[in-house]
């Protein structure tokens, strides 16, 4: 998983660009205090995400101890909040750094919308 997250996000470009931005900036102290607190909001933000998700997981694999006699499709509804699951976390890990070359939107602004629009 974590080989796909880096694939779909490329890190070391995002952070390659970042820090060329942040060199490059002449900005104030206050804009870079903005930008660190936007950051940390953002990593809040995700790690309430994750901790969602977490409880999904639970739920499926609780979900998935109940009997097929019970409830015939179990396994595919299981199969599907795990596929479900997996995909958002990849998602929503290439929308938080803005990830370059994306074909996705971008519903949060990330790591590097954040220091353009602070930094500039």
Not at 44 to 50: E, F, R, V
Not at 58 to 75: C, D, E, K, M, N
């Amino acid at each position: 998983m974590r080989a796909a997250v880096e694939r779909l996000s490329q890190p070391d470009l995002v952070r390659q660009a970042v820090t060329t931005q942040v060199q490059a900036s002449t900005t104030d102290l206050d804009h870079f205090s903005s930008a660190t607190d936007r950051m940390k909001l953002l990593v809040s933000s995700h790690d309430q995400q994750a901790g969602w998700l977490d409880k999904v997981v639970g739920y499926a694999r609780w979900a998935s101890y109940i009997p097929v006699t019970l409830v015939p499709h179990i396994r595919l509804i299981v199969a599907a909040i795990y596929l479900g699951a997996g995909a958002f976390a990849l998602l929503d890990a290439a929308d938080r750094l803005d990830a370059p070359g994306t074909w996705m939107p971008q519903f949060v602004l990330g790591v590097q919308g954040i220091i353009r629009r602070e930094l500039v």
